[in-house]
């Protein structure tokens, strides 16, 4: 027989370049779930955020806010910009080339991350302050 949870992590961040390490809290609501193995999808709602795993340290969040404006920079014309006048172009850019989702498999109890390897949600939007909700939907027996 199978085994489903639900539950709805919300995230304040503070604009552009926040990068929020989800890890422990993704971990206690897999540790309380009913699921041994399994499979946890996450999914952000929004446009102009992403979920990526990454080592949560400080060089490497440095050298990934750098990659990020070198693939969508600042100082280039955004037909979304012309369009809507928001400046957040480079927001959706970013966004889809992270993308929204992830899938991490469960064995144990436990999320299958590598030793340096935590769960991210990047802040991507050039708006300061949002409330960002992640949905985590596990499955498994």
């Known amino acids: 027989m199978g085994c489903f949870e639900s539950e709805i992590i919300t995230v304040e961040t503070n604009g552009e370049g926040d990068i929020i390490d989800l890890t422990s809290e993704v971990d206690d609501i897999v540790s309380k779930s009913c699921v041994e193995t399994g499979l946890l999808s996450l999914f952000v ?29 600042d100082n280039i014309p955004y037909d979304h910009d012309a369009a809507w006048g928001d400046g957040n172009g480079r927001s959706h850019v970013k966004a889809a080339l992270i993308g929204p989702s992830l899938s991490i498999p469960i064995r144990d109890e436990r999320l ?30």
Not at 55 to 62: F, H, I, P, W
């Open 45 to 73: 709602g929004g446009s102009t955020v992403a979920l990526t795993t990454i080592e949560y340290e400080k060089g490497v969040l440095s050298d990934l806010r750098r990659a990020m404006s070198v693939l969508a920079p």
């Open 112 to 141: 299958l991350l590598g030793k340096w390897q935590q769960i991210v949600l990047l802040e991507l939007d050039v708006r300061s302050k949002r409330t960002r909700k992640v949905y985590c939907t596990i499955i498994g027996k």
